[in-house]
């Protein structure tokens, strides 16, 4: 799953992670738990989220509590150190990447973090 409100690069990190992957999209932090949810629900167990940071009015940290998968936590902003170790520390998020990311750099983190 990957959740991002800029529909830019959603798109794009959707296009580089289809050819190898069944992806689900979703743009807002909300969406990203209904449909975490629905999909639990229905049996399906969804394996790695790519998680922006910042989704409109509701910050990743904030989804990642929700969650019992890897994460990995995606941001433009410096994020606080301590914040990062701390969702670390507590198995919140498997690996913290900032913007820009170069898409061979990013298939190549979600196969390691996956398997």
Known sequence: MICDDERDLLELFGLALNIKYNVILVDSGEDCI??????KNQGNKIH???LDYRLGG????????????KIILISAYDLDVELVKDLEENKYIAKYIEKPIFIN????LVADTIS
Not at 34 to 39: A, N, R, T, V
Not at 58 to 69: A, I, Q
């Open 58 to 69: 509701m910050f990743g940290d904030s989804v990642v509590e929700y969650n019992g998968t």
């Open 48 to 50: 790695l989220i790519l």
């Open 105 to 108: 750099s990013l298939i190549e």
């Open 34 to 39: 209904d449909k975490y949810i629905d999909e």
